[in-house]
């Protein structure tokens, strides 16, 4: 076929070369496929990234239920109630964020200020609603409740972050408290804040046996107890958080609709 | 001109290069049912375009023939004000380049050859209002 090439049929070859060779148009070809898949992993990355971020929310919520479940142990047993338990985490939230506000989104402080008591399950309740004053014995047994908490939630991975505060929520800046009579500083900052805002809301819940005291008197209460049973620079802060709340915030609003 | 902008759920990304190949290559990065693509091949038409639709995004590039980048990013600026986001992707490197970038009012300036997963990551930032 020696005359074929003078009489082949024109076709697309014998057009004029493109501006770019026919090389790099296939170099253009594969870098586009790369563009593409890169296009779908990113997109693969992403809808996992969602998905991962809704379980751990959809975790973190169960866990929450978890502790709050656990936490209604305890009130089945002990005169406090459920909305001291609410009231008591918002004042520790809002005091810990004045503070640092890395330690007021920290769950320990959320679930320690939950299951603070948690150890009262260890406690008999004859003890506990005793009327009168406890003997030293009694007294004894109660002072073990933080330790009984400790071992509750030491096996629980998630509760771990809560056991310096439910074992120091009982101790006294000047060593004076319980269970291991730490002072100062060696006392977790987590204790130190939740001692406060759990003294004082026992100062202004509605008991059946007395009257609440004020806010302002149980302030003043607290601002007594600085440097003795209160962290001075946790005291200063809390009395600053107070005179700042005004009767209208959204703080106090949140508290009304607590109390019952 | 009123410079409101209509606020659909879908950003609309306007890509203006006039080498062919990185438009592709960057359409077919940022291809996603939730933008809306254009491409101009130079800067009179990147104007024209971003006046008919105007977009939440523009990509631009720097050297090209007619108006260079910096004086669309200065035009595109002053028509459609602060919240078109503007990220310049340029060949040139140098820091006064950058500078001037940010003079003619680019959030952001990526120097070729760019990395598309930063592009991805900036232009998914610049739809969600955090470039």
Not at chain 1, 59 to 82: H, I, M, P
Not at chain 1, 216 to 221: G, Q, R, S
Not at chain 2, 77 to 106: F, H, N, T, W, Y
Request: hydrophobic share 40%; charged share 30%.
């Amino acid at each position: 076929m020696a005359g074929s090439d003078r009489l082949r049929v024109v076709g697309p070859e014998d057009l004029p070369a493109p501006e770019t060779e026919p090389e790099e148009w296939r170099l253009r070809d594969q870098l586009l496929n790369f563009a593409k898949d890169l296009n779908e992993v990113y997109r693969r990355e992403r809808t996992r990234a969602r998905e991962l971020e809704a379980a751990l929310e959809e975790l973190q919520d169960s866990y929450l239920a978890t502790v709050r479940t656990l936490a209604a142990v305890v009130e089945a047993k002990d005169s406090r109630t459920r909305a001291h338990l609410d009231r008591a985490h918002l004042y520790a939230v809002a005091l810990a964020r004045r503070i640092a506000p890395e330690m007021a989104d920290d769950p320990g402080l959320r679930y320690g200020s939950l299951l603070h008591d948690i150890g009262k399950i260890g406690v008999p309740e004859g003890i506990l609603g005793k009327q009168g004053p406890l003997t030293r014995e009694e007294w004894e047994i109660v002072k073990t409740h933080p330790l009984i908490g400790g071992q509750i939630c030491a096996p629980v991975k998630f509760l771990q972050k809560a056991i310096p505060l439910i074992e120091g929520h009982h101790e006294r800046w000047d060593g004076a408290g319980y269970p291991r009579g730490l002072k100062g500083e060696d006392i977790p900052l987590q204790a130190r804040v939740f001692a406060i805002v759990d003294a004082f809301d026992a100062m202004t819940a509605d008991r059946p046996y007395r009257t609440p005291m004020t806010f302002e008197m149980a302030v003043n209460e607290i601002v007594r107890a600085s440097g003795t049973q209160f962290d001075p620079a946790v005291v200063q802060a809390f009395s600053e958080m107070c005179a700042g709340i005004s009767s209208d915030s959204p703080f106090v609003t949140e508290l009304r609709r607590l109390k019952h | 001109m009123t410079n409101v902008r209509p606020r659909t759920d879908c950003p609309r990304v306007l890509i203006v290069d006039d080498d062919s190949l990185i438009r592709d290559l960057v359409k077919t990065v940022l291809e996603d049912e939730n933008y809306i693509l254009e491409e101009a091949h130079d800067g009179r038409q990147a104007l024209d375009l971003a006046r008919e639709h105007v977009p939440d995004i523009v990509l631009l590039d720097v050297m090209m023939p007619g108006l260079n980048g910096f004086v669309v990013a200065r035009e595109l600026r002053r028509d459609l004000g602060p919240d078109c986001v503007i990220i310049m992707l340029s060949a040139c490197d140098q820091a006064s380049d950058k500078d001037e970038g940010i003079r003619a009012g680019a959030n952001a300036y990526f120097t070729k050859p760019f990395h598309p997963l930063e592009l991805l990551d900036a232009v998914a930032e610049a739809a969600n209002g955090r470039l």
